[in-house]
């Protein structure tokens, strides 16, 4: 009936809200209302953002705040709405140390009478136990705790364990991994689909600091650019940004019709033979006898390039 997300690396608390936005987005069950978010900045500072109801959307009034979008160490939790305040006792915290987050009800004691699961974890990494080793060993002393933890730590460790009764559950997701710099790992329950949804998250948060698609400046492509298949590859452009040529295909773009991407991303773009960019998007192209009729159905479209040096078109 939760899902916890902990994010290390830069940019981690714009990517732990997109990957909580795409959860939301994709997922259905206990979604959408109430979030606790906590954030260390780049010194070490505590920061904080809640909601009872409304989910990612109601978090922050207008724009996320600079000191959390580029916080680097980040944990969130988040389920339906109207918990018992304060929210803060799904995220307990400690500047300087570490950010709790989990799934399932990690505010709870592991025993009747006994501090709450993510409280004794942030304990003991206080005590100076390596966070994985923390949320293994504490889970596997109360096996029959109804939670599952994530820690992130100041020093940059992502770490997350669930108890052998929540491991158990058959509507569990789990996903840790390393990608463009971050470190992520995501835990839920009681969301669909099971499987998939931790994979997907995680995807958004990539893309949020590192679009696939990001480019530096467009190209124009249109209808009448000769094709060749000269060892050279290359999208050539003249100065004003017009591609006057494109090399390096296969003899099939040379038969009477072909049809494909000749302009393919991740080719190179080239002014004067010297490479300046790198194709970031394509158009379906059809040709005949070697020369491009169209582009997406159109005479001419924009491709989009990401620069390989500093200057701009």
């Known amino acids: 009936m939760t899902v916890g997300i902990g994010i290390a690396g830069p940019g981690a608390g714009r990517a732990a809200l997109a990957a909580l936005h ?3 987005r994709v997922g259905r069950g206990m ?3 109430f979030v606790s978010l906590a954030a260390l900045d780049a010194r070490g500072n505590l920061h904080r953002a809640e909601t009872g109801r409304g989910g990612a959307a109601a978090l922050f009034a207008g724009a996320m705040p600079e000191e959390i979008a580029n916080a680097p160490r980040v944990a969130l939790i988040s389920s339906g709405p109207d918990r018992l305040p304060p929210l803060s006792q799904f995220t307990p915290a400690t500047a300087g140390l570490a950010c709790i987050s989990g799934h ?3 505010n709870m004691p592991a ?3 006994g501090e709450a699961v ?3 974890a942030l304990t003991a990494i206080a005590q100076g136990g390596a966070a994985q080793d923390v949320l293994d060993s504490l889970l596997a002393r109360y096996p ?5 933890l994530i820690a992130v730590t100041a020093s940059g460790e992502v770490a997350m ?3 052998a009764l929540v491991a158990k559950r058959t509507d569990a997701g789990a996903l840790m991994t390393c990608d463009a710099g971050l470190k992520i790992a995501i835990l839920h329950n009681a969301i669909f689909p099971v499987k998939g949804l931790a994979e997907i998250a995680a995807g958004a948060a990539i893309d949020s600091c590192v679009p696939a698609d990001a480019y530096d400046f467009e190209i124009s492509l249109t209808a009448g650019v000769p094709l060749n298949a000269s060892e050279q590859t290359g999208v050539e452009i003249d100065g004003d940004g017009r591609v006057i040529g494109i090399n390096g295909l296969h003899k099939g773009w040379l038969e009477p019709i072909w049809q494909g991407a000749a302009a393919m991303r991740g080719s190179p773009v080239l002014r004067g033979g010297r490479q300046i960019g790198t194709l970031v998007s394509e158009a379906y192209c059809i040709a005949h006898h070697g020369v491009l009729r169209s582009c997406d159905g159109l005479a001419s479209v924009r491709l989009q390039v990401r620069a390989t040096e500093a200057s701009s078109q």
Not at 144 to 148: E, F, V
Request: overall charge negative; charged content about 15%; proline content about 9%.
């Open 111 to 113: 025993v009747p009478g």
């Open 22 to 24: 795409m959860v939301e």
């Open 144 to 148: 029959q705790a109804d939670a599952g």
């Open 161 to 163: 364990a669930n108890s």
């Open 104 to 106: 399932r009800l990690p």
């Open 31 to 33: 979604l959408g209302g």
């Open 118 to 120: 993510n409280v004794l």
